[in-house]
């Protein structure tokens, strides 16, 4: 409900993507040697796929892995992590 979650300032997914996601791991990447994220696909709204795409076509050297999040009942999910080095 907050005012200032990204997905409220950027009125489409693309938008979003590039300004949000993309400039927020170029900083990122800045400032550190390795990155880490975890983000996944949602809904109809395909972010990991998206961005295994855009560090494959920006030649970004990262390790696609799996981080397991425990569930209601004893189960487990799990979702991607990417971690990016310069």
Do not use: C
Not at 30 to 49: C, E, F, H, M, P
């Amino acid at each position: 409900d907050d005012k200032n979650q990204s997905f409220k300032k950027y009125s489409t997914y693309s938008d979003w993507f590039e300004l949000f996601l993309i400039a927020s791991i170029k900083e990122a990447m800045r400032v550190s040697k390795k990155v880490a994220i975890n983000i996944s696909n949602t809904g109809s709204y395909l972010i990991a796929d998206d961005l295994e795409k855009w560090l494959n076509d920006n030649k970004v050297h990262f390790i696609l892995d799996k981080i397991r999040i425990p569930k209601f009942g004893g189960k487990f999910r799990y979702e991607p992590i990417f971690v990016m080095e310069k």
